[in-house]
């Protein structure tokens, strides 16, 4: 397996709010997407939108499993200035900020959002993670 994550599927419970929501933050719905999935291009990896009971289908697994599945999504950005821009740009867009923008012990500066449907969001700073031109973190070797 060649280790690229292409596609992560969101399971949302309003697909038009949730594509709502995500393209006030700047997210390119592709013309692959129909009534029923949403598909929008980021940069190397893309996000699917899908309703959490076609999701839940789809993987065989029951819809009302309930509690936090353990992920969290990440966003890097240049500065720490950025991921409080990012933090109010995701409330005014819909989402919830968790945890505003602050120091972290690794050294770096992050916060948390939630989007629409609850699938929580860091938006971090990470000094010894420089982006590239596309913004993708670059990991050290």
């Given at each position: 397996m060649r280790p690229v994550v292409s596609l992560v599927t969101l399971g949302v419970g309003d697909l038009a709010r949730a594509r709502a929501f995500y393209a006030a933050l700047g997210w390119r719905e592709s013309s692959?997407?129909?009534d029923d999935v949403a598909f929008l291009a980021g940069a190397g990896t893309h996000l699917g939108l899908w309703s959490r009971a076609s999701l839940a289908e789809d993987s065989e697994v029951h819809e009302d499993a309930g509690g936090w599945g353990g992920v969290t999504l990440a966003h890097n950005v240049?500065?720490?200035?950025?991921v409080d821009v990012v933090l109010a740009e995701a409330e005014a867009a819909g989402g919830t900020v968790l945890r505003?923008?602050?120091a972290t012990f690794w050294g770096g500066y992050n916060g948390v959002f939630?989007?629409?449907?609850g699938h929580r969001w860091e938006?971090?700073?990470?000094?010894?993670?420089p982006l590239d031109d596309e913004g993708r973190a670059q990991l050290p070797d």
């Open positions: 692959q997407s129909t240049e500065t720490p200035a950025h505003r923008g602050a939630a989007d629409p449907d938006v971090a700073h990470n000094p010894d993670w």
